[in-house]
């Protein structure tokens, strides 16, 4: 213990730490308010998508004696004034639409003044509204319709009106109004069960219910039509009375609780805290607030950020800052190594034993005078391992092409066996023997992965090709191709990068290319040397795996031994940046 | 121009949607190109559906071997899709019960749900419960202790086969309380956490490289092949 | 013929043979329905153009003065019906069949019946495949091609040929065809895929095939863009991000954990180790070939427990088929109880007596 | 008996194979009889984790599968209503999957309708039915369903729904149980909503191949796993040893009926998981023979060569 004790300062001292004094804690829980913590600076977040608002605030000069946690609030949001006054003309139009009277050409200015503006919230793709959207495409293209056919089919006018009043019952409530309507809808649920269930039950016995559910039809219809009346009327009821308690409650700032935050020992240290409120909608103005609670849970006064803050939506995305730099390096490594290959320098790689075995596999076929099975995988192109099989297709035949050996490409997806007859033909041409090329032996089976497995368990019993290759994605009938082929005695190797399916491939066929060789095995079997060069700039990937894992591992060990060995303040900073390095470089 | 064009089409496609990753308002585009993308495989379906037609008939006019069960082939090909593009037997959906086409084409009870119900599900299940067989030639034909690899390899699947069944709880379950890190659940658990999370890892990282490189030499043209053959 | 020819053929006619009179006999295999009336009604008001249909008897129907009338009283062109059959079980049926008689809305379908078994042949047929290819499973595997391929094909232009290609460029025509509530605006930016759909398809041509490989660049250039970014986003650094962890584990309490330390190594010697065994520049030799080698342990282990966790998948999905042909084909066994209700009697039961008393 | 063993035709293993599935199949099917299942804790942990909850609770119950993989899951989704309809907890039903609600349909009727009459639809559970967006579905009702969710399945508001007044968010839930097959399912519900909100339970049951994927989040994240069939029969376990009074099969005068050890005869819709163990047992006896059994020649061979 004592061992990790010394290490643990040490740590933190190499960490470039300064010396803190320890604190001592005065736990007095009194009744007293805190005091509040004070200079709350709320600022939009640089470089994100609009939806995120940096909060910063000195801590309670009560902490950390008394101090349990910070209270972060917001207020709900409101509609910008534009956005109801164009739902207060949606409304006008949709009543326009309704009234038959109305002539023409009021209501084509009506259409024309508030066209633009609807066309404005179709084109806007606002993620979490997209149904509002959607509604409002939908609006656009009846009422264009409508104004397009000269405003005289009525078919078009009512789709038109039906589409706006759509439009208007989708459009979404800001967050002040959905607690409003929250609380409406809970007061006229009360009113609606108070008078009917009763009713209901002395109208008709107990078992009102089962005869509503069951026997509908049995119920007389003036009994209905006078139940629906008594529906009618509990629900104006309803509606009138939570217009009321809207209207009482008045329009003052409503504050949502964000999150409950304790300080940790770096705040503390610093005097200053800082959250970021997420989730926030790009089109909406928010006020912030925070206050302390103290250990007896009782809450200061509240600080206020002076200004109302809108989050903005920026052209980059600085969240993906670290995923850039990796991607440049990883693509930059690859893309110098194929570089230098191409200068002629010369590259050392490893052997893989698979893909000699190609070789042989397509020697033999030629020697027994049978064909070869090549399968792609059952995914469609739009997968990268399948493009990884074509490309090993194209050294394949090429080879069967140069030994005079048959080639035979079933495939579960159309797009595939265009791609497949594209490359075996530019192989066979390459090869010099472009006669020798039949399309007819590269083949459509079916999309379904178990009809084109049946077909391929039938075909290779039938057919006993002498190789086969399973080069792609496999799930779950690897095993069948793998053992079947296994039964005819054929030369399988087989290459994907579906983990799950590995250990049936590896079980059953001659030669694997695991995961991450099938990808280099296309780049082995052309032979060229600047195709070479992008394993090193794989190998340069890994590098970096293996630099950033260890890097990572010390920091968060040094963080474990901070904590064993009580080092509060230390562990604070080790901690700080563990998170910076699992939140923001590898996120 | 044959070759360079589709190359061309290739780098700006590829660079166009890595660029879009890296700003809020184009990071939809990736979702757009993947619908793009059902769409040419739907139509790619003429291609294929075209491809199986003329093979069968050609079977069938050149009388080959097993040419009958082109037949059959053509023929179940031919019903379905009559059935399902045709919508017949479906009824109206329930929102617009006046409009015939209406209905959704697996609507329950109609004979295209009878094709999948009783003719694709059964045969698809069946192709898939093969396994059961297949699974056990290979662990009785594969799983030999050849080397130090083989014999952690069949030893891990030994201990997860037993570990899941009652025999398993049954045959360790004595051990006391401070041996339970060894009763066979416990040790299959460990076996999942500990050596199954790390190889799985590794593996997933090589193959996240492995694509990314492959991708690159696409992109760059460097790996050309699917782009057949052709003057320049 | 030859002799062990002739005593399978027997063996198989046999088994038919028993099989048919199971069915003859005992019914075995029949399938049963329910009829569900669905009555629609048109309550739009006299002069509106468009419809307005409802369920009648549905909730909603209650407001409507058009659904107080007896439905067969409601003029033809108001109304619209069809039934529908819901999957039954012979429970049902039978305890219907006492209580409501001629009223029985349960009955027996005829191709549901064929259905089960078309179903259980098929069946039959693809696992005569272990034996040995013959005949039976040629049948099965040219329907099954055929069938999938068809189905695939529907589906694909059901749901995405209609609504995503016709839907987007022509909504008008798909509205009042397919798609009564589609009311989106045409969105131009889809003739993109089906201009590269017939540049595809040109190689039906003899001349200018050449141009199907536009779309085929298309598909794999922004495949590659896709798969580049998303794997090292989702696979790469996450994977990273799961590995760095503290070789010195902190319990809940503030101690020392030694087991979990041992497994937090034991993880990060994993990941390296694997790492290594991927490394193409070096030659496995000394020690890199070492470590390469421990990479290769820790491969193997991770095959064996994936292998282990699948086996126990195939062996239920083959228990499932038997169950099948067992229970709704056969009728030999009834765990759940679907035809004789709170009955345990099953003909596997009497068979298991019988022999038990013989 | 070494000869034979070392030429084995392959279809012998594949016909000791049938009769390792069809037999217990036939014989478990004819008698009722099933082998006793002995809970590992993971089972446990979820059986507690719903058990543990005070009657009334908020479950939600996310049913990601469909009919693909029902021969694995739906045993897990039958009990998981059972327990937590038993508990009198209140029960969310919702889906990841398009064919989901009719699998959460399908259990409602099975269970809840056939067995809970007394439960009422809103008040005791809901069908909140299946949205489209996989984890951003997830991503959004972590914070408020209504974003997503404005009705149930059946069109009913929100706002009126007795039992979805009380939730805003999936935070306000007292567990999550996810019965999963791929994707999404409980790979993302962990990352999206308990790595984030670390005061969320969430038990899972999943399909075999998904399972080694998901040990990595025990028990931090996930509290309990069900893994494939085997998982479901321990499960079934310790519910019908809780609550089989209620789950027995009734005799004439509607008492339950017990069995010559004294133990209530569970009716059949209750034990398909410890029903089809009975298989698998024996078959995966069967592989550890074959493992073994052809190592054994392996290695008499290898000593055979060795001599020569």
Same mark, same amino acid.
């Given at each position: 213990m004592k061992v990790a004790r010394v290490i643990g300062v040490f740590c933190v001292m190499g960490a470039a730490l300064a010396v803190f004094s320890t604190r001592t804690v005065h736990a007095q829980a009194t009744g007293d308010r805190p005091k509040p913590p004070w200079d709350l600076v709320a600022k939009d977040r640089p470089?994100?998508?609009?939806e995120k608002i940096d909060l910063r605030w000195k801590l309670s000069p009560d902490d950390p004696d008394t101090i349990a946690f910070y209270r972060v609030y917001r207020s709900l949001a409101t509609k910008p004034a534009e956005q109801v006054e164009f739902e207060d003309r949606l409304e006008v139009l949709v009543d326009l639409f309704e009234?038959? !009277?109305?002539p023409p050409e009021q209501l084509r200015a009506a259409i024309e003044e508030l066209l633009p503006r609807l066309r404005a919230a179709a084109a806007s793709e606002h993620g979490r509204h997209c149904e509002y959207h959607h509604h409002a495409r939908r609006a656009v293209g009846a009422v264009e319709r409508y104004l397009a056919a000269g405003m005289e089919n009525w078919e078009l006018n009512r789709r038109a009106g039906k589409a706006l009043s759509t439009l208007e019952n989708a459009i979404p409530l800001s967050e002040v109004q959905r607690e409003n309507e929250e609380l409406e809808t809970s007061e006229e649920r009360k009113a609606k069960m108070h008078l009917t269930e009763p009713v209901l039950e002395e109208l008709f016995g107990r078992q009102w219910k089962e005869m509503w559910e069951e026997?509908?039809?049995?119920?007389p219809a003036d009994v209905r039509m006078w139940l629906y009346g008594r529906r009618i009327a509990a629900e104006a009821e309803a509606e009138a009375r939570a217009r009321a308690t809207a209207a009482a409650r008045g329009d003052a700032v409503r504050w949502k609780l964000v999150v409950e935050l304790e300080p940790k020992a770096l705040d503390v240290h610093t005097g200053e805290m800082t959250y970021t409120v997420e989730m926030?909608?790009?089109?909406q103005e928010y006020s912030f607030k925070v206050s302390a609670v103290n250990r007896a849970q009782v809450e200061s006064d509240a600080v206020t950020a002076a200004a109302r803050v809108q989050p903005v939506r920026q052209?980059? !995305?600085?969240?993906?800052f670290a995923l850039m730099v990796i991607v440049f390096v990883i693509c930059g490594a690859v893309m110098f190594f194929i570089q230098m290959a191409r200068s002629g320098r010369p590259l050392k790689v490893r052997t893989i034993a698979?893909?000699?075995?190609v070789d042989e596999a397509v020697g033999r076929a030629t020697e027994m005078g049978r064909s070869i099975l090549f399968v792609a995988g059952i995914?469609?192109?739009?997968?990268i391992q399948t493009i990884a099989g074509i490309t090993v297709l194209s050294r394949v035949s090429k080879l069967a092409a140069e030994y005079d050996a048959r080639v035979e490409v079933p495939t579960a997806r159309s797009l595939v066996m265009t791609a497949a007859r594209e490359t075996v033909q530019a192989a066979y041409l390459e090869a010099g023997?472009?006669?020798?090329?039949?399309?007819? !032996?590269?083949y459509y089976v079916t999309d379904e992965q178990f009809g084109f497995v049946a077909y391929l368990q039938g075909m290779m019993v039938r057919e006993k090709p002498a190789a086969c290759f399973y080069m792609g994605t496999f799930f779950a009938e690897s095993l069948i191709l793998a053992e079947t082929g296994n039964s005819i005695g054929a030369i399988q190797i087989a290459g994907t990068a579906m983990p799950a399916q590995l250990p049936f491939f590896v079980a059953a066929c001659d030669y694997t290319l695991i995961g991450e060789e099938f990808f280099a095995a296309s780049a082995y079997l052309s032979g060229e040397a600047h195709q070479l060069g992008s394993l090193k700039g794989q190998d340069v990937g890994k590098l970096i795996v293996g630099i950033m894992v260890v890097a990572g591992v010390i920091v968060a060990t040094a963080l474990s031994i901070a904590v064993l060995a009580d080092h509060t303040v230390g562990a604070a900073y080790l901690e700080a940046i563990v998170e910076y390095i699992r939140k923001v470089i590898l996120t | 121009m044959k070759r360079t064009i589709p190359l061309f089409i290739t780098a700006i496609g590829g660079f166009v949607l890595i660029a879009a990753v890296f700003s809020g308002y184009t990071q939809s585009w990736g979702e757009v190109a993947a619908i793009w993308f059902d769409v040419l495989a739907a139509i790619a379906y003429i291609l294929g559906g075209g491809n199986l037609m003329k093979i069968h008939l050609k079977k069938i006019s050149d009388r080959t071997e097993g040419w009958a069960y082109s037949v059959v082939t053509i023929i179940a090909f031919l019903a379905t899709l009559i059935i399902g593009l045709g919508k017949i037997g479906v009824n109206p959906s329930e929102q617009f019960p006046?409009? =015939?086409?209406?209905?959704?084409?697996?609507?329950?009870?109609?004979p295209f749900w009878w094709i999948y119900e009783y003719a694709f599900k059964p045969l698809t299940a069946t192709m898939f419960a093969m396994l059961a067989f297949y699974v056990a030639s290979a662990a009785f034909r594969a799983?030999? =202790?050849?080397?130090l690899e083989a014999v952690l390899l069949l030893g891990t699947a030994f201990i997860i086969l037993l570990g899941r069944t009652y025999a398993g709880v049954w045959v360790t379950g004595w051990l006391p309380d401070w041996l339970s890190g060894l009763k066979l659940e416990n040790v299959t658990v460990t076996i999942m956490k500990v050596f199954n999370t790390a190889g799985n890892r590794a593996i997933m990282i090589g193959i996240a490289l492995g694509i990314a490189s492959t991708s690159l030499r696409v992109l760059l043209g460097v790996d050309r092949s699917y782009l057949g053959g052709g003057e320049e | 013929m030859k002799r062990e020819t002739l005593i399978w053929t027997m063996v198989l006619l046999f088994g038919a043979l028993l099989f048919l009179a199971n069915g003859v006999m005992r019914g075995a295999g029949r399938a049963y329905v329910k009829e569900v009336p669905m009555q629609f009604v048109?309550?739009?008001?006299?002069?509106?153009v468009e419809a307005d249909w409802i369920r009648y008897?549905?909730?909603?129907?209650?407001?409507?003065?058009?659904?107080?009338?007896?439905f067969e009283e409601i003029p033809p062109e108001l109304r619209v019906s069809w039934t529908r059959l819901e999957k039954a079980e012979r429970g049902e049926y039978l305890t219907h069949q006492a209580t409501e008689?001629?009223?029985?809305?349960?009955r027996v379908s005829v191709s549901r019946t064929i259905g089960v078994w078309v179903a259980a042949l098929f069946t039959l047929f693809l696992f005569s495949f272990l034996y040995k290819d013959n005949p039976l499973y040629k049948i099965a595997e040219a329907s099954v091609v055929g069938v999938s391929a068809a189905y695939w094909m529907v589906i694909g232009f059901w749901d995405?040929?209609?609504?995503?290609l016709f839907g987007k460029v022509a909504p008008g025509i798909v509205r009042v065809w397919a798609i009564p509530g589609l009311e989106d605006?045409?969105?131009?930016?889809y003739l993109v895929p089906l201009i590269l759909g017939i540049m595809l398809l040109?190689?039906?041509?003899?001349?200018?095939?050449?141009?199907?490989r536009w779309p085929l660049a298309f598909v794999i250039g922004t495949t590659a863009g896709i798969r580049l970014i998303g794997f090292i986003q989702a696979d790469f650094l996450s994977q990273i991000r799961n590995t760095?962890?503290?070789?010195?584990a902190v319990d809940q309490a503030g101690g020392f954990a030694f087991w979990d330390s041992l497994k937090n190594a034991i993880v990060i010697i994993g990941v390296l180790a694997g790492l290594v065994y991927f490394f193409?520049?070096?030659?496995?030799?000394?020690v890199v070939g070492k470590t390469a080698r421990l990479g290769i342990w820790f491969l193997m282990v991770t095959f064996g427990a994936a292998f282990g966790y699948t086996v126990m998948g195939r062996i239920a999905l083959f228990a499932i088929r038997l169950e099948f042909l067992f229970d709704?084909?056969?009728?030999?066994?009834?765990p759940t109880m679907k035809r004789v209700?709170?009955?345990?009697?099953?003909a596997a039961a009497t068979l298991l007596t019988a022999l038990g008393a013989g | 008996m070494y000869e034979f063993f070392k030429t084995l035709d392959r279809r012998w293993i594949f016909l000791m194979m049938f009769l390792a599935v069809a037999v217990p199949i036939l014989i478990i099917g004819a008698t009722g009889r099933t082998f006793p299942e002995e809970p590992t804790s993971l089972a446990r942990a979820v059986f507690h984790a719903i058990e543990d909850l005070p009657e009334g609770s908020k479950v939600l119950l996310s049913y $990601?599968? $469909? #009919?693909? @993989?029902e021969g694995e899951l739906s045993p897990m989704a039958t009990m998981f209503a059972y327990h937590c309809a038993a508990k009198r907890h209140r029960m969310y039903f919702m889906a990841l999957w398009p064919v989901g609600p009719q699998m959460v349909d399908d259990t409602i009727e099975n269970v809840l309708k056939k067995d809970f009459p007394e439960l009422e639809y809103g008040k005791d559970y809901v069908n909140l039915g299946y949205k489209s967006g996989y984890e951003g579905v997830i991503k959004v009702i972590i914070t408020d369903?209504?974003?997503?969710?404005?009705? $149930?399945t059946r069109g009913t508001p929100w706002g009126t729904i007795p039992m979805c007044q009380?939730? @805003? @968010?999936?935070? $306000?839930?007292?567990l999550l149980v996810n019965v999963s097959a791929?994707?999404?399912g409980t790979k993302e519900w962990v990352q999206?909503?308990?790595?984030?909100? #670390?005061k969320l339970t969430m038990v899972a049951g999943c399909t075999g191949v998904q399972a080694p994927l998901l040990?990595?989040?025990?028990?931090?994240?996930?509290q309990g796993l069900l893994g494939a069939i085997k998982g479901a029969a321990e499960y079934e376990a310790l519910v019908t040893e809780c609550y089989g009074a209620r789950m027995a099969r009734r005799d004439a005068e509607g008492n339950p009926m017990v069995d010559d050890d004294g133990m209530y005869v569970i009716r059949g819709k209750y034990t398909e998981g410890i029903r089809r163990m009975g298989p698998q047992l024996v078959a995966h006896l069967l592989m550890i023979l074959l493992i073994i059994v052809g190592n054994v020649i392996y290695f008499v061979e290898r000593r055979k060569e060795g001599r020569r």
């Open positions: 470089w994100d998508k609009g009234d038959l !009277d109305v026997r509908a039809d049995e119920i926030l909608d790009r089109f052209i980059y !995305d600085g969240a993906r698979g893909l000699s075995a995914q469609d192109m739009n997968d023997r472009p006669d020798a090329y039949r399309r007819d !032996d590269i | 006046d409009y =015939a086409w209406s209905g959704s084409y697996r609507e329950v009870g109609g799983f030999r =202790a050849k080397n | 048109n309550v739009a008001e006299p002069g509106e008897n549905s909730e909603l129907a209650l407001d409507e003065a058009l659904c107080t009338q007896r008689g001629a009223d029985n809305p349960y995405v040929i209609v609504p995503n605006p045409p969105n131009y930016w040109w190689r039906l041509v003899p001349k200018g095939s050449w141009i199907g760095v962890i503290p070789v010195v193409f520049s070096i030659e496995h030799k000394g709704d084909w056969l009728w030999l066994i009834d209700p709170d009955e345990v009697v099953t | $990601d599968y $469909d #009919p693909a @993989s369903f209504t974003e997503l969710y404005t009705t $149930d009380e939730v @805003s @968010s999936v935070q $306000d839930m007292d791929g994707y999404a999206y909503a308990v790595t984030p909100y #670390p040990y990595p989040y025990i028990p931090q994240q996930l």
